[in-house]
């Protein structure tokens, strides 16, 4: 009677087991994912982790607005605000503090580095001509040539070369012309700014920060694999993707593209978009439609987009060294090149993944 | 043993099943279309459910419409356009988005494990 008893007992506990078993193994490890506006862009945040996801992702939503409030030209009372108005009332002298004098710093770097051509491909104070442009006003307009020329005074075209920022913060400009605008940095600092939250965060094991354009993808997914990034097939509002990037955690990759922000002049019928050459005034001239940067630095990628995107692949090569960043050009007759080390795989058929060579051959 | 022993492990597997069956149908319920208007959802529905919806946003007009399983923002009034030039949706993580407005058109399913974990536009 006792064996048996204990054989029921038994095989009481292995169902039991069995059942525990079955439908653990179903369980799905906890995710939060969101989408939400911020920095006048789409924010679309992913976490893993334990704890309240959904409060930790509030909380790195508030951070962003926090940093928009900072850097924004937009925010009259924004730090970066009060930059401009002290440069144009003192001479070209300003005092920037706290984390803003290492962007600043960065931001003015990546510029000089990113010279090509007779200017500087991107730079943070040349708000003169991109204010004036104010690609995401309701409705944007061509302004008036006199203005444009107005703009380019006091040689804007390289104007972050004769800007600079000293370690007390001190920011001298030549230039009386010179207004800080971070549109080609801001989401990149704002995945650098999320990157310090989450790794003090024990909790979050894995995340996909996407700022607009501008993403990061943290720690481990839940499977451990590699995380997979699409990049949008620049074709003008199709939405559909390119192709995938698969990466290990903490890389940032950003692209730059002439489909981004545009409008069509309606008495020339021409296409006007975001990226603007600071010597011509007008948006950029180039064989490119797309620059995806993937590196290790938020600000760094998201600044990089905009410089390769204007100096194309052959010019670009040693700024990419410089700051050990990988590239995908895609050019306006469906080419894909694919430069450094980056596990890409093409998805739409209508493109064709080619050489360096092949590449330039084809825009000559 | 005895045919009450049997009789107790098939009850406790059945158990077993049920449960592994349960959280099969949940987790399988149809992919979900979720609609937001900045930040905060308004709207879910089915993907398999064909339909129009008028999205309550703040400024102007997003009309949103699923139709063979597939979603396409039909109507908007915003500056750009781009919301209503993009191409249909139908895939797990595929998302519509009109900035101007707010809004964002997202498809989910619980299990559905995305190919992508993200895009840069």
Redesign the interface.
Known sequence: MLM?GQ??KG??MF??L??LI??GC???PESY?????AMG??T?I?LYGTGDLEEKEKNI?KEVKKLEDTISWRIEDSQLSKINRELKENNGKAKASGNMKNWISQALQISRDSYCDGRNTVDPTIGALTQLWDFES??PKVPSASSIQNALQGNLAVNSSQTTIDEEGTITAKNPNTVFDFGAYGKGIGTDVIKETLEKDDDISGA???L????Y?YGE?PDGEN??????TPS??????LG?ISTKGDTF???S?DY?KYFVDETTGKTYFHILDPKTGYSVETDITSC?IICDSGINSDGLSTACFAMGPEKSQELLKKYNASAIFVDKKNHVYVSGDVDFSLSDKNYKEVSLEEFLKANQ | MKKKDFILIGIVFLIALAGFGFIRWTQHDGTQVIVTVDGEEVYRTDLSKDQTYEIPVEEGTNVMKIQNGEVTMSKADCPDQICRNHAAISQTGETIVCLPHKAVIEITSETGTTELDGITQ
């Open positions: 048996r054989i029921k095989l009481f169902a039991a069995s059942w079955i439908t179903e369980r799905q994912s969101h989408t939400d506006f862009t789409v679309n992913t939503i309701d409705d996909m920060i996407a607009g354009g501008s993403i993808v997914k995380w997979n990034v699409g990049i949008q003008k509002g199709s939405g559909e993707v995938s990759i950003s692209t593209g981004e995806t």
